[in-house]
Each structure stands twice: as structure tokens, then as C-alpha cells.
């Protein structure tokens, strides 16, 4: 690791100004920052802690909405009462992520900062090619090992795989990240990849995460976090699904679904095809299974990744059936 | 038989804290006597030490799999703060060549750790040695290498690699099992691979090297502290006296921490350079490729049987992978040729040169992936011939050796599959793959047999009976967790006739009396007995001089005999004194009564204990004499398969095993649970990933490398069908460590074949292959 | 060859086992590597350094954390708990621990104290409720001997015994 000088913010004006040093990283977690700057990906000259700043752990919700504190550690708001009966989606989410210890650690908005694991991205000394890490350099993904690589939202200069569990809950449900003086949706903060694969969020100089909001709905409530993976515990998803149902009166006609990809993609995966087709649908087995496989229009594979699109439509319909199971 | 089952563990029983009196003794339960120092963060593991003046040092490793170092520029690195030194192989101080495992001597004069010819992505090329830890890694990264690259050979599958090297005495031939096999009226062939997996002991690899004068004390964890002393020793040409290895803990071998590797040479290198003692240990990432995991296998296994599913015939054709420049031979037929009576048998065995790391041992090398050959081929008989599985290998039961043609010495495999059949309730089974499910969940019950030879060899230790009446035993052997403080404890308790509170273990200092490698499951065996045979002799100077010496209390008795227990001595009839140990001592003026145990032959000389204790060419055959020894299991494993998603968790397992008799159940029972949960791992997870452009390892760490994590096991339920076994251990005993895992993955793969009816043949059974 | 050692160290004070220390670091040394190369609490285990193990897991301000990705300097003013802390001055056992013991919970011994501080945490939390729940949130301390169900069968004892 390089050294790097570290600044500890009282404030999160001093926060902000901070960030404005050159090379200056925020530290929160430290889960993807000390990591990555052990791989040699992370370079800080400065490391700005953050951890001690007062007042930005709070987690607050009613029925109406959910707003958590960008410092509130992912431990803390999936044992949340509020956020497990509000937004079970987002508890289970949190719950499947990584392992107690590190969500202990993880704060929830430097969650939203987490960065993919692709092997090629994390090994520097080895790959020199990686155009997240050193644009223009190539991407050495391609055509190496790909199984967990992403099928959707990918480009010629990266196919790195968003690994998180929690945006995509929050992708889900329309959450909104605050940003100081702008607010924007999470589906909107991650970016895909493109020809600028190392711009992976809309986040400014100077600008720093403050909270998260989630509005409440009724699909919200009635939401899971499907997380299907090799290892029972303690790994990023093979394919997930956030997913929340809102049935009509009769109890089998579908009002409202909400569906997101996790582990296939380049960023948390809105799948609005699925959403639109079941809308308004009676909730059976067959219509569900086959309109779960809209979730990979456009998907391409990369050899090894190909079951990904066998894999997540599955996780889709399993998630919407459980939900519809539990009327 | 006993039936341990962890359900009914909970409930606290006798053996709890401290244990008592019989949990003491050889078979009780006693708990780990090392367990307190573990469980408080006492112990100090080898590279723990804390010493004055410790450098730290970093290897640098190529990024190319194959061709040559071209130059290496060390300026930014050596101007880095803290930076003491760099390593290249320009720089490095010269090392001679040392001998091999076997105690071949050595090829070339001199050996470079660091290469200038590199073989396989990860090879050490380059070292920084710096006043911190975190000062050595950033120069580390300063180190610019440029390479003339060359084509590698990534893996058998490599186009390059051809058929590779036969290895004639792997060859192993009875009857004509090619006619017999063309005779068959049913024939089952097919080919059946196991991919590059690794030992990942949680401990990494590393040591601290500190030179005093000619003298070299090196901190490291060893599975064979005198083999690994000795490399030392002819490494930088000093007496092997001269070399001290201190290995008190060891955080997890499985067969990978038993010989002295290059960091180790460079480390002592780098201490010797300096004049300070210097730290090394690789990161995990460098675990996955400064040393050898087990070797990718490929089988193919046809078997002629008759519509009884009688076999008449076993041909095997087996290959492993191995380095460009080592040698590795990972025994592939070495349960295909025992398992079943066949009349008819051929096996031969390639290895083919890659660019990789030599690979080295992994938990029963060879049986493992023997097993998975031939323990799925013969399920899938049994689904060819309509016959249960179980039956089938009852139908095959090989009442002799078939290979050696003599006696079992013992080989309660018969017993193990009917106590495991039991007491998992087989006979419940129905026998239609994709016939059980529960919800989305397709439900597969699966059996295998597994079998590990008994390797013996010779050990040496020292007991002391002190003046305070504790018992002190020595002995150059270690502890990786297999229980040995335990069970000499308990040997030395029994033996002299003290409680195993009074007894103190040492181990893991080369300076003690000698031992071989703690490895091939032996160890147990070797060092129960020569601390019997040390404590014993021990416990007769005792008695002797209670019987002889004048000052006794003992002397008027004119006794023939006296009888030591719990600490104390008394006449056979319990008319005479009764006094402690340490009056004993203390009336006849002694401060210790001292005893060396050595098990090996009585005319051995200073060389062959040498040999015997620095190599491993002494090993006794398991086939020695009129018999065959070997450890055998059974088992049998519940998964179930996700029909939408693929994924295979294992719910339920019953494995009963026969290692003999148990010098220590509760301590074996867990090694057994380890190797099946191992097992689990190298049947589910467990993959080494190349990038084939690349010819390297890109999961080398514990996130992408998949090892299973409790989440992953269910209960583990053991039965011990042993009985002591004479032949082939002083007190009974036949190996426990490699035992366990041989037979759990192919149990697996059948199971996954009942619940899906989906052959996979190719480990891991990953979630891919099923959907 | 030179000697220099310019990097730039800052002064911390880390308040463990109830004790504090002082220390002179630079800011990228990790808690890990301060436990184990400056403090001589080698209890504290490294396994990855990168969080994929478990085998560091300490507890900061009562809650357990992994030390490797800590940085020392991040946790001045905390409570850092190690396994040395663990028992009582008395020398007496956490439940946890003896309970590792009465179940043999471990082989190597290398991850143990890294599942020991877990467990206390696990029960701490009220997520060793089940069997399954244990299994899972102590899935976080990989165990490469394999003492898993013994670990759920220790975790569960201790539990009860927590709760009684």
C-alpha cells in the first residue's frame, strides 16, 4: 500500500472541503478502500476518515419512507424493526451481503461506493489492462475469465460485474441518494459503463453522500431479496433479485411489482420489462416464469457467464412466486 | 461400536472441562491440552515471535508464465523509505543445491529461489526486505521486472501438452483386463476429472530467519521440522546441528507446510545478508502459487462385470498435471486397485509437464482423486445393472487384497457401510433418481467407501519423570491440529501411571529427540509408540529403583514388581508403602528419572537415523509382511439440489470409519469431520481458475477461491467401527487425518446423480452443470 | 542502500482491553498489523488481510469487526476488544471459550480466537437463536480444519448458557 496522509473530519463541511486535497479518498467502512488500496488499485494521497463524524447514522421509518443516515452501518439497519417490516427487501438484501464483521464496518452509503470484483480490475501488477482502472489501457476480462462476469449493461471496454446486494434493493423500490445539494435516484447515481467504464457513479467533486431515501409503498412492504450463489453465505450473488408485489383486491391480480437484478450486471438492474409484462396479470406460474425471462433482453454472455441467463430469470420468477405465495 | 453424534454432544458431559481420570488415558476423551493457550490467543504460532530488530521482507513474483527474466529495475525500491535491501538473483548470496525429499542429492551445485528462467506465473524472481511490514510491500511494488515471454502450457487441456510422460512404475497389472473387459456382458466406461485444488490452511506460509554466527534458528510452521532443518542445514552449508527449527503451533498444514521452499531459502538468505533477523510471509494471493496444491487429475475407468454386477475387469488410465521443471505423481490408481475383488486389472499413470508450481500433497494424495474415479463408476454400475449401490459394493467386497494378494490386518469396511446404512436410514431409499424432492428442492442420497494405507515409520522421544512427580515428554514432532500434544500426553499418562494434568507435551523444537513428517497420517502411530516405548523404559528405571535402591521405602518389600497409577506407587497387593512420585524421587536422591524411545530397529546407525528422520525413503510398506494396512470408510450424504438454480447443498452426512482403534475419540472424530467437510468443499467449490492467456491463477484468495464456510455444513455425524489393529501400529491405531475426505466427493456426485439423474464427472459440481 | 525511514508516522493512542497505548504509526498500518507487529498481540490472526476470512475479527466498541481493513488510526477513542481481553483478570473463561473447549470448536487453532470473538458477538446480537442462524452468521470466520458443527454446537452452549 502507498502511504498516504490522514485527515480525520469533525465536520462534513470539513468532509467536503477535504475531498477538494489532491488525491483525497473519503474513509468510511474502509471495506473497498483498504482493500483495494492493499491490491494497489486504490492510490490516496490523502485519506479523509469519516468515521467520526457525529449525527449521520441515524435511521429513521415510518410508513411513508425509510431514510438512513450514509454513515448508519448495513448491520444496524438490517436488524432495523422498521426497515424489516417496511422494506424487508432492503433487510434481506443487507443480511446476505458479505459477512457480520464487514457489515459492522460498511456504512451504507459508502456501500453504494463499493467497487466490482472483477479479478482483472483487482490485480494491477498482473493485469495492466483494465480500463475501469487506467482508461484507454483495454480490458483483459475479455476473453479471460468471465464466470462472473456481467450479461447486461456491458460495452467493448468493460464487462465488469456490479457486485452489491443493497443498491439493488434500493433500485428496486426508487430510492434517492443525497448528495449535498443534489438528490438523485439510485437507478440514475450508478452509471453504466460505456466508453468511460472508470466513471462509475454521478458524483462530484467536493460532494459527499449524505443519506439515503427510500418512499414506502405497498410493494415495499411486501418485497425479498432472492440471493442465489455457490457458497451457501458469505458471497457476492452468481444472480439475485429484489423484488415486491402489490396484489389487487381479488388477491391474484397484480397491481404493482418491483423488479432488480443483482450479480448480472453492470449496475443494480431494473428489469421495468418484467414489471410492465406481469402488471395487471393474474399471478400464476407459468405467466410469471415466462415473463421473468424479459429481464435478460440484451444480455450477452461471455462464455463462462452464459448461465447467468439461464440463471437469473429463474431467481426473478422464484421471487415473485414466494411473494405470491405469502398473500 | 460407539455412535457420536453431534446432537447429543450438546448435553455436557463427563469429559467436559478438565476431563477425568479415564478421559486421561489411551481412548478417552480428553479435551485438547493445548485447547486453553488456543482459545486465550497464548499461543505463539512460528512467525509470531516478537525479536529485536526484525526486518520484514516482501517476495516479488513474475507476471508471466513463461520464459525469462530479462532485467529487473530495483532503483526506485532500494530508495524507498525503510528499504534495507533487494533481492534479485543477481544479488542474492549464493545458496548450494540441498537434497531432496527422498534424500537424493542434489542436481545442480547451487539453487536460486529467485529464478531467471520462469516457468509459472507467481514464480519468485525478486525479494524487498525493509524496517516495517508496510514498508517492504509498498518497495515491493517499486520493483520493475521486464521478460522475454515464451508460449506456456497452461493445463492438460492445453492443446501443448500432449500425453505427457508414462510413468512405468505406476503401472499396476493382473489377469488380461482388456479381454476380460471386451468379454463383459456389461461395460461402464468414463472419464472423470478433479481440477487444481488447494490446501488454503488458514495459517499462511512464512517464517522468521535469525542467523547467530553460524547458527540458524528459523520460526516456521512445519509438518517435519528435522526434513525441513535438514534443507537448511545444505542450503548454507552449515552442520545440521547448527539449525534450529521451532514450530510450536502449526495454523493448518494438510500436507503443505512439510519442506523448506524458496521464500523460506530467501528469507534465511536475506537474515544472513543483514545480520538481523528477517520475517517473511507471503500473502494469500502468493499461498496459491509459491507452492504446490493437488495436482489436476484426469481418469478414465471402464469396469466388465456380468448382469449381477460381479466385476471381471477394471481398466484405469489416469493423469496427473506436473510442473516444467519438478516432478509430481499424484497416485491415481491407488484405491482402483484395492477396492473390489476384479480378477482381471490394468492401471497406468502419465503426468504431464505444465507451467505451474510443482504441486505438492493435499489431504490423501492420490486416494482422493483414486476414489472419485472409481467410486462413481461403480454407482453408475449399479444404475447399469438395476442393483442399490450399497449391495453392489457388498457384491464387490474384497475379502483380501486384491493387489497385494494377502490378508487385511484389519478392515471393518463391512461394518462401516452397515453402520452408516443404519443409522442414515438407506434402506428408505428409493432407488429412481429425481424420485425424492421437498418443494423446489430435488432430494439425492448418495453413498462411497473410501481407504487410506496405514504408513509407518520410526520416531523418537524422551520422557522425564521430574522430581515434582509431573511427567515431561519431548519429541521434534508437531501439532497442526491433529491432537498430538493430546494423545502423548495421554500415551505418557497411561504408560507411567500418572494423571495427564501432570504430563507436559513439548513439541515443535528440532532440538528435541527426532521425528519424521507429520504426514501421511502416520504420525500418530509412530510417536504413541516410541513415547510407550520411552515411558515405559522410563516408568521401569522407576520402579527398578524403588525395588533396588537402598534408601527406598520399597527396598525391605523384596518385590518383584510395584504398581504405578495416578501418581503414585504401591505394592502389587497394597500391603506395603504408599507414596507419591515425587516422594519416591526425593528418597532415593533423584531429581528425574530419563528415558529416549526409539522405535527403529535396534542395529540402526547414526546414518540410517538420519536418514530415516531427514527423509522420508524409510517409510515401512503397508504391505510389509503377511498383510495389508489400510484405514477404510464409508459414506453416506444427503444433498439437495435447487431444480431452478443448481445449486447442491449438502443436508445430511453419515459416515462410518475404521482407523483402528482411536487413541482419542473426541479428537478424531473432529479430524474426520474436517476431512469430510474438506471434501465437501473439493465436490461443491473448490477450483483453481486459469486464465489460459495468461497461464495463471486468477481466484487466489479466499473470496474466489470457494472453501466452504459453516453456513455450508450440516451435521456431521461419525461412527467408529475400529478395532485396535496390532499390525500396524505399537497401540493399535491406523491413520485418521487423510482417511475422512477419500469418498466424500464421489458420495456427493452420486447423490447429485439420484437427486437429478445428472451425471457430473467433472469436479466442483458447480450450479452451471445443472441447470 | 540506504536506511532512511522518511515515511511519516503520527501519533495514536488506542485504548485495549481496557488498557491504553501510544504508538507512533504511519497512517496506513492497519489495526492488524499495529495488534501484531508493534503490541505484540499476536492473538489477533492474520489469514487474507483482505476480509475474506474472519481470522482478524476483533470487536470495536463491543461490536465485531475485522481488523485487517480497519486502519489503527480510525479507532482512536474506541473500545478495541482482542482475545487477550476476552477472559477475566481472574484468568476465568468467557463462556465462549470454554465452550470451544468442551467442544473441541477447533483443530489448528488459527482462526479460533477470530470465531471466539465472533461468537461472543453472535450471541451479543441474538442471532444464535437456531442452528441455522448460527451457521450463518458465524459464516464469516472460515474454518479450513473443518470444526464447523462443533463451532454451532459451542455457540449454542454458550448461548444457552449466556442466557441462564
Known amino acids: 500500500m502507498r502511504d498516504f496522509s490522514y485527515v480525520r473530519a469533525d465536520s462534513i463541511e470539513a468532509a467536503r472541503k477535504a475531498t477538494a486535497l489532491p488525491g483525497a479518498m473519503l474513509l468510511a467502512g474502509g471495506t473497498t478502500l483498504v482493500d483495494l488500496a492493499k491490491c494497489g488499485v486504490a492510490q490516496p494521497e490523502t485519506v479523509v476518515d469519516i468515521t467520526h463524524l457525529k449525527g449521520l447514522d441515524t435511521i429513521s421509518v415510518d410508513a411513508g419512507r425509510a431514510t438512513l443516515g450514509a454513515l448508519a452501518k448495513m448491520s444496524h439497519v438490517a436488524d432495523h424493526a422498521g426497515i424489516k417490516s417496511h422494506f424487508p427487501a432492503v433487510s434481506e438484501a443487507l443480511w446476505q451481503a458479505a459477512s457480520a464483521q464487514l457489515r459492522n464496518m460498511a456504512t451504507v452509503g459508502g456501500n453504494l461506493m463499493q467497487r466490482t470484483r472483477c479479478p482483472y480490475f483487482r490485480d494491477p501488477s498482473n493485469f495492466s489492462a483494465c480500463n475501469k482502472r487506467e482508461p484507454g489501457s483495454g480490458c483483459s476480462a475479455i476473453g479471460g475469465v468471465t464466470r462472473g462476469h456481467a450479461v447486461l449493461g ?15 434493493a434500493l433500485v428496486a423500490f426508487d430510492a434517492t441518494v443525497h448528495l449535498g445539494q443534489r438528490v438523485l435516484k439510485v437507478d440514475d447515481f450508478f452509471l453504466l459503463p460505456g466508453d468511460t467504464p472508470e466513471r462509475e457513479h454521478d458524483i462530484r467533486a467536493g460532494e459527499m453522500i449524505t443519506a439515503i431515501e427510500i418512499p414506502g409503498s405497498a410493494a415495499a412492504r411486501r418485497s425479498t431479496y432472492l440471493k442465489v450463489r455457490d457458497r451457501q453465505s458469505y458471497e457476492f450473488a452468481a444472480a439475485s433479485a429484489a423484488v415486491g408485489l402489490e396484489l389487487e383486491a381479488d388477491g391474484r391480480t397484480i397491481r404493482d411489482l418491483r423488479v432488480a437484478l443483482g450479480g448480472v450486471a453492470t449496475k443494480p438492474w431494473r428489469a421495468r420489462a418484467v414489471e410492465e409484462a406481469l402488471k395487471g396479470k393474474v399471478l400464476d406460474e407459468d405467466t410469471v416464469r415466462k415473463a421473468s425471462g424479459l429481464a435478460m433482453e440484451g444480455a450477452v454472455d461471455h462464455g463462462a457467464n452464459h448461465y447467468k441467463i439461464e440463471l437469473a430469470p429463474r431467481v426473478v420468477a422464484r421471487a415473485i412466486l414466494k411473494l405470491g405465495e405469502t398473500a | ?230 534443507t537448511y542445514a545444505e542450503w548454507f552449508g552449515v552442520p545440521f546441528e547448527n539449525v534450529r527449527l521451532v514450530s510450536p503451533y502449526i495454523g493448518g498444514g494438510f500436507g503443505s507446510k512439510a519442506l523448506a521452499l524458496a521464500h523460506s531459502a530467501v528469507a534465511a538468505a536475506s537474515a544472513k545478508m ?174 462411497a467407501a473410501g481407504t487410506y494405507p496405514v504408513r509407518r515409520a520410526y520416531g523418537e522421544a524422551i520422557v522425564r519423570i521430574l522430581a515434582d512427580g509431573s511427567v515431561e515428554v519431548e519429541s521434534s514432532s508437531i501439532d497442526m491440529g491433529q491432537g498430538t500434544y493430546t494423545i502423548l500426553a495421554q500415551t505418557a499418562a497411561e504408560t507411567v501411571g500418572v494423571p495427564a494434568d501432570d504430563v507436559v507435551v513439548k513439541l515443535g523444537d528440532s532440538r528435541f529427540p527426532r521425528a519424521g513428517v507429520a504426514g501421511g497420517s502416520r504420525l500418530a502411530g509412530v510417536m504413541t509408540g516410541a513415547v510407550y516405548k520411552a515411558a515405559t523404559s522410563a516408568l521401569d528405571q522407576f520402579v527398578g529403583l524403588a525395588i533396588s535402591d537402598p534408601r527406598s521405602p520399597f527396598h525391605a518389600l523384596q518385590a518383584n514388581t510395584l504398581v504405578v497409577a495416578n501418581g503414585r506407587i504401591t505394592a502389587p497387593r497394597g500391603d506395603g508403602p504408599d507414596v507419591s512420585i515425587a516422594e519416591l524421587l526425593a528418597s532415593v536422591g533423584r531429581d528425574r528419572i530419563e528415558a529416549t524411545g526409539d522405535t527403529m530397529p535396534a542395529n540402526s546407525s547414526a546414518e540410517d537415523r538420519y536418514k530415516n528422520y531427514t527423509t522420508i525413503a524409510t517409510s515401512v510398506p503397508h504391505t510389509e509382511g503377511d498383510y495389508s494396512r489400510h484405514s477404510w470408510c464409508a459414506h453416506f450424504i444427503e444433498v439437495r439440489v435447487d431444480e431452478d438454480f443448481g445449486t447442491v447443498r449438502v443436508s445430511r452426512v453419515v459416515s462410518a470409519l475404521d482407523s483402528g482403534r482411536l487413541y482419542n475419540p473426541k479428537l478424531a472424530e473432529s479430524q474426520w469431520k474436517g476431512g469430510i467437510i474438506m471434501g465437501i468443499g473439493q465436490a461443491l467449490l473448490e477450483e483453481g481458475i486459469v486464465d489460459r492467456r495468461h497461464g495463471r491463477i486468477v481466484n487466489n484468495n479466499l473470496a474466489d477461491y470457494l472453501v466452504p464456510t459453516n453456513a455450508d455444513i450440516p451435521d456431521i455425524e461419525v461412527i467408529s467401527v475400529g478395532i485396535p489393529d496390532l499390525h500396524s501400529s505399537v497401540l493399535g491405531g491406523k491413520g485418521v487425518g487423510e482417511l475422512a475426505i477419500v469418498g466424500v466427493a464421489p458420495a456427493i456426485a452420486n447423490a447429485v446423480f439420484h437427486a437429478t439423474g445428472k451425471r457430473v464427472r467433472d469436479l466442483p459440481i458447480t450450479l452451471e452443470k445443472l441447470i | 542502500m540506504t536506511d532512511q525511514t522518511t515515511s511519516i508516522t503520527i501519533p495514536i493512542h488506542l485504548t485495549i482491553n481496557g488498557r491504553d497505548h501510544s504508538l507512533n504509526v504511519e497512517p496506513r498500518v492497519t489495526l492488524l498489523d499495529a495488534l501484531r507487529d508493534r503490541l505484540d498481540l499476536t492473538g489477533t490472526k492474520k489469514g487474507c488481510d483482505h476480509g475474506q476470512c474472519g481470522a482478524c475479527t476483533v470487536h470495536v466498541d463491543g461490536e465485531r469487526v475485522l481488523a485487517c481493513l480497519t486502519l489503527a488510526a480510525q479507532v482512536e477513542g474506541r473500545e478495541i476488544t482482542t482475545i487477550e481481553g476476552l477472559a477475566g483478570a481472574d484468568g476465568t473463561l468467557d463462556a465462549v471459550q470454554a465452550a470451544f473447549l468442551e467442544q473441541d470448536a477447533f483443530q489448528c487453532g488459527y482462526c479460533t480466537p477470530g470465531q471466539i470473538m465472533s461468537a461472543v458477538a453472535c450471541i451479543r446480537e441474538g442471532h444464535a437463536g437456531s442452528d441455522d442462524e448460527i451457521r450463518e452468521y458465524m459464516a464469516g470466520n472460515l474454518c479450513r480444519c473443518g470444526a464447523y458443527p462443533n463451532i454451532v454446537a459451542a455457540v449454542r452452549q454458550a448461548a444457552l448458557e449466556v442466557a441462564s
Open chain 1, 154 to 168: 456491458t460495452s467493448q471496454a468493460c464487462i465488469a460485474m456490479y457486485p452489491g446486494d443493497l443498491a439493488t
Open chain 2, 274 to 447: 543483514l545480520g538481523r533477523p528477517v520475517k517473511l510471509v507471503l500473502t494469500r494471493p502468493q499461498n496459491f502459487t509459491s507452492y504446490g496444491g493437488r495436482a489436476a487429475t484426469r481418469q478414465t475407468v471402464t469396469i466388465g462385470a456380468g448382469r449381477d454386477g460381479k466385476i471381471q475387469s477394471i481398466v484405469h488410465r489416469g493423469v496427473n498435471e506436473t510442473a516444467v521443471d519438478g516432478m509430481w505423481v499424484e497416485p491415481l490408481a491407488s484405491v482402483t486397485s484395492i477396492m473390489y475383488a476384479t480378477p482381471n486389472f490394468s492401471s497406468k499413470q502419465n503426468v504431464v509437464r505444465v507451467n505451474t508450481v510443482v504441486p505438492g500433497a493435499k489431504r490423501a494424495p492420490g486416494e482422493n482423486p483414486s476414489a472419485f474415479g472409481i467410486e462413481c463408476a461403480i454407482d453408475e454400475l449399479a444404475y447399469e445393472v438395476g442393483v442399490d449401490p450399497l449391495e453392489i459394493r457388498l457384491r464387490n467386497y474384497a475379502e483380501q487384497d486384491p493387489e497385494a494378494k494377502k490378508a487385511w490386518s484389519t478392515r471393518q469396511l463391512r461394518e462401516a457401510f452397515a453402520a452408516g446404512a443404519e443409522r442414515f436410514g438407506w434402506s428408505k431409499r428409493s432407488p429412481k433418481p429425481r424420485s425424492m424432492r421437498d418443494g423446489h428442492q430435488l432430494i439425492g442420497w448418495g453413498v
Open chain 2, 1 to 230: 461400536m460407539t455412535v457420536h453424534n453431534i446432537r447429543h454432544a450438546n448435553t455436557r458431559h463427563a469429559d467436559s472441562r478438565h476431563g477425568d481420570a479415564s478421559d486421561g488415558a489411551v481412548g478417552g476423551r480428553l479435551s485438547r491440552v493445548d485447547g486453553p493457550a488456543k482459545i486465550t490467543g497464548a499461543a505463539k504460532y512460528a512467525f509470531e515471535q516478537q525479536l529485536d530488530g526484525l526486518a520484514h521482507a516482501v517476495m516479488v513474483e513474475a507476471t508471466i508464465a513463461a520464459g525469462t527474466v530479462r532485467a529487473i529495475d530495483t532503483r526506485a525500491a532500494e530508495t524507498a523509505p525503510g528499504v534495507l535491501l533487494v533481492l534479485t538473483p543477481d544479488t542474492i548470496m549464493e545458496i548450494k543445491g540441498a537434497s531432496d525429499w527422498l534424500g537424493n542429492p542434489p542436481t545442480q551445485k547451487t539453487y536460486s529461489p529467485l529464478a531467471r528462467t520462469v516457468t509459472y506465473s507467481g514464480q519468485h524472481i525478486a525479494a524487498v526486505v525493509a524496517e516495517t511490514f508496510e514498508q517492504a510491500v509498498a518497495a515491493a511494488a517499486l520493483v520493475e521486472v521486464s521478460y522475454d515471454e515464451t508460449p506456456a502450457i497452461v493445463d492438460l487441456s492445453d492443446a501443448k501438452a500432449g500425453d505427457g510422460i508414462p510413468i512405468d512404475v505406476m503401472t499396476k497389472e493382473w489377469g488380461d483386463a482388456e479381454a476380460a473387459f471386451a468379454a463383459a456382458p456389461v461395460r461402464i466406461c468414463a472419464a472423470y476429472n478433479t481440477q487444481r485444488e488447494y490446501q488454503a490452511a488458514m495459517e499462511p506460509h512464512g517464517l522468521i530467519a535469525r542467523w547467530q554466527g553460524e547458527e540458524l534458528t528459523i520460526w516456521e510452521p512445519s509438518q517435519w521440522l528435522d526434513g525441513m532443518a535438514r
